[in-house]
């Protein structure tokens, strides 16, 4: 009956386009954009993989990711996503099978729907073969990889297919894809795993060894996306922060400025900017000369940093502007892929048909 349940799937099922990201997850539906973008977090009974039910529903996304750092010895919080690859394959397993069960409705059991996935650029065949074999254990029928630079590009709206020199910077949790793009394929990229999770780790290592505070994950989040700045500001912002004193452990309350910050963020900025470099001077004469004047898109979560286009601008020489609605541009751009995957089928790398 395999033809049957296939016949199925193609007939009732809508195609999904996922960007499986270090930080969050997010979901197109085929014709109806995206449907989904939440925290890549399972709150699951420690030593399983079975989900923690909240209220009425599963401990996923949303639900899980307020439990960081605060659940008792019987719940562990996981995120199973590391530096853009699986970390925990069970974990991701049942993650997958739970948005795209939300994404597909009730439909979703009797359907199989093909998943477009994003994947960093720099991911070993390994690390992809792990996120091929976790889409189809959760129920896809097809899955087609695509490098994340290149989806970025797209749902950026970048001229991939054109022949000529487009730049794209996709700043995520984990990695940062760099990529110079021309006719449709990548003619020259990189991949960095740095990204917004190592900056959050930079302020919780700044806050401890200058402060005596320890803070956790969400709270180093708000203060990078509130005070954090690439560059000082002309008119420092402040901020108050809770913790827990390294000596007393008792809570305590500081304040702090986002000059203080941006001295916290200063070795992943320059990372970023190195691995931009590096690209910028592999790239064919030709195209480096596209890029003069038409510069670089940025694109991810982490590029909405303060400051951070422009000190890209200063140390490339480039023009720099960040993509319209940067979090979902490789999400968007599987979205894309989707109308019609015949036509991109040589950019995809595909599994299961």
Known sequence: MGWFSDLIGRMFSYDLGIDLGTANTLVAVQGRGLVISEPSVVAVH?????????GNQLAVGDTA????????????AIRPMKDGVIADFDITEVMLRYFIAK?????????????VVAVPSGITAVEKRAVKNSAMSAGARAVYTIPEPMAAAIGAGLP?????GSMIVDIGGGTCEVAVISIAGVV???????????????????LKNEYNILIGENTAEQVKFQIGSALPLEEPLTMRIRGRD????????????????????????????????????RTQPE????????????????CLLRGLPQVIARETGLPVRIADDPLTCV???????????????????TEGE
């Open 103 to 115: 994404a597909h409705g009730r439909r979703f059991g009797f359907t199989r729907p093909r998943l």
């Open 188 to 206: 020259c990229a990189d991949s960095l795993r740095v990204g917004g999770d190592e900056m959050d780790e930079c302020v919780i290592r700044y």
């Open 160 to 164: 991939v297919g054109e022949p000529v």
């Open 65 to 76: 990711k307020i439990m960081l750092g605060k659940t008792p010895d019987k719940i562990q």
């Open 46 to 54: 420690r030593g399983t993989s079975r989900v923690v039910q909240h």
């Open 246 to 281: 390294v000596h007393s452990g008792m809570p305590r309350e500081i304040e702090i400025d986002s000059s203080e910050i941006s001295e916290a963020l200063r070795d992943p900025v320059l990372a970023i900017v190195g691995v931009i470099k590096g690209v910028l001077e």
């Open 331 to 349: 999400a968007r751009g599987c979205a894309a892929l989707l109308d019609d995957l015949d036509d991109f089928r040589p950019i995809l790398d």
């Open 287 to 302: 195209l480096a000369a596209d890029l003069l004047e038409r510069g670089m898109c940025l694109a991810g979560g982490a």
